[in-house]
């Protein structure tokens, strides 16, 4: 299309999704909402090209997995991570290490509130690894990430009043 910019790796952020967030929309609703991982993606993509970036979205359910993509995002040279490990934020110390070794600006992300939670989810080891952690916001948390992954990365929003004058 030749109105869809042609985004380098450069201008990447990998939008990491754990364990079970798969299941959004239908996995306790009560405490997770009734938005799907779609859109979540959704919701990354559209804010991330508000900043002239894409968002590369992936979910996995195994830890392994979760590492190789951290360590894909080094090797394509991505801006920046926005990670919601689920269950492995509070376990993984494997994930604490990749993210520290590819050395990529990176926002943990969850969608409940951790912290009012079951007391095992007090502590995460992916938060240690990230600049930032965002919880308790719902869905609008992943937009909060991309935002303040864009600020720190010195990404400036686009003017939309410039768009909407060349359109």
């Not at 600049?131 to 948390?141: N, P």
């Amino acid at each position: 299309m030749a109105d869809t910019p042609d985004l380098t790796a450069a201008q990447t952020i990998y939008v990491l999704n754990g364990p079970n967030l798969n299941l959004l929309g239908t996995r306790e609703p009560e405490t997770y909402g009734h938005a799907t991982l779609s859109d979540v993606e959704a919701l990354c993509a559209k804010t991330a090209a508000e900043f002239g970036l894409s968002a590369h979205c992936k979910q996995s359910n195994h830890e392994g997995e979760l590492i190789d993509l951290i360590h894909e995002a080094r090797a394509r040279r991505a801006v920046g991570i926005v990670i919601n490990a689920g269950g492995y934020s509070h376990t993984s110390i494997a994930l604490h290490d990749a993210l520290l070794g590819v050395k990529i600006p990176t926002v943990e992300v969850h969608i409940s509130n951790i912290h009012t939670r079951e007391d095992f989810r007090h502590h995460s080891f992916t938060a240690r690894a990230a600049f930032a952690s965002i919880c308790g916001f719902g869905l609008d948390g992943y937009r909060l990430a991309v935002n303040g992954l864009a600020a720190r990365i010195g990404a400036k929003a686009k003017d939309k009043t410039k768009e909407k004058a060349s359109a």
